[in-house]
T-cell receptor, first 113, second 114 residues
């Protein structure tokens, strides 16, 4: 069974204090690893897809990286508006045409001004 | 706005009542998913449609839950004889053509069962 574990569960940063979120995964053949951002009371918002070890993607202050066992979401010089829950999810090759995602519990990031 | 719309956004009901949620996916997407999310947890997969065919259902989807996607367009998720444990956010997501793994989520329908 596919599993995703995210750490830490919660992270509090000062504005401008860079850090990383971790996502470790177990999957029967990785098709893709996804990062989403979720604001309170809203649906997840797509950020990145990573397909193979060594791949990196960047968007504004966020950079996602992937190894064979884990992914990191690096946040550089965060701002208060980056506060949200960040969700990691995997998609297995064994799913056939079903591209369903298996999610972790998320990391709640709070950035204080 | 991802282009996936869900209705209603909030529903409060009494235990034992039936509720129905509707999802309108991005029009060109042939894949549609329902997920459930409780406080402090990530979304959990419930069911998957490719066009109008329901191809996979999670063990989480008890007999009280039924989903449809007539004509491969919008979808409905019905919960019969609601229980307090059904209280959650019900999320709909849609996805595009072959090889495109990204799923786009709606804002969700929050269910509270009293």
């Amino acid at each position: 069974e596919d599993q995703v574990t995210q750490s830490p569960e919660a992270l509090r940063l000062q504005e401008g204090e860079s850090s990383s979120l971790n996502c470790s995964y177990t999957v029967s053949g990785l098709r893709g690893l996804f990062w989403y951002r979720q604001d309170p009371g809203k649906g997840p918002e797509f950020l990145f897809t990573l397909y193979s070890a060594g791949e990196e993607k960047e968007k504004e202050r966020l950079k996602a990286t992937l190894t064979k066992k884990e992914s990191f979401l690096h946040i550089t010089a965060p701002k208060p508006e980056d506060s949200a829950t960040y969700l990691c999810a995997v998609q297995a090759r064994s799913g056939g045409s079903n591209y369903k995602l298996t999610f972790g519990k998320g990391t709640l990031l709070t950035v204080n001004p | 706005d991802t282009g996936v719309s869900q209705d209603p956004r909030h529903k409060i009901t009494k235990r034992g009542q039936n509720v129905t949620f509707r999802c309108d996916p991005i029009s060109e997407h042939n894949r549609l998913y329902w997920y459930r999310q409780t406080l402090g947890q990530g979304p959990e997969f419930l069911t998957y449609f490719q066009n109008e065919a329901q191809l996979e259902k999670s063990r989480l989807l008890s007999d009280r839950f039924s989903a449809e996607r007539p004509k491969g367009s919008f979808s409905t998720l019905e919960i019969q004889r609601t229980e307090q444990g059904d209280s959650a956010m019900y999320l709909c997501a849609s996805g595009g053509g072959q090889g495109t793994g990204e799923l786009f989520f709606g804002e969700g329908s929050r269910l509270t069962v009293l």
